[in-house]
């Protein structure tokens, strides 16, 4: 269902880890002419992979709003461990390597993590709704 606020952003998610990781490098040099983006960084691939599925997924299955939170929570840790690698990638970069300077691309799995949260909320927010509503039946 569109017109849910957390269907919104799962959409914001889906085109953060689906679509944004092939337009914002991870890492470049100084002079910004050599950029490394995620495909060529395997681990990330593979997380940026699932968690574009996992959202999807949790967008089709808007009828569980259960089973939707569940699928976001896994995703919220996903892009976290995504986050982790991203850091210990960039911490173990010498100084002067050189791919030395940070690209915006570590930074969206954090964007992910903040959508999925708003959705996790607008989920339970929706349930408690639909569980009142039961209660007057």
Known sequence: MIQR????YLIIVAIIVGG?????PLW????GEKKM???????SVVL?????TLAIYAILGYKKRQ???VINR???ILNLILLGLFAYRSLSLSGESELSEKGIGIFLPIVAVVCFVLANRAIKKDEELVKSVDRLR
């Open 67 to 69: 089973n939707q939170f």
């Open 28 to 31: 470049q040099d100084e002079s």
């Open 5 to 8: 606020i957390q269907t919104l």
């Open 74 to 76: 896994l995703n919220i």
């Open 20 to 24: 944004l990781p092939f337009v914002f």
């Open 48 to 52: 940026f992979g699932l968690s574009f």
């Open 37 to 43: 983006f995620f495909m060529e960084y395997m681990p």
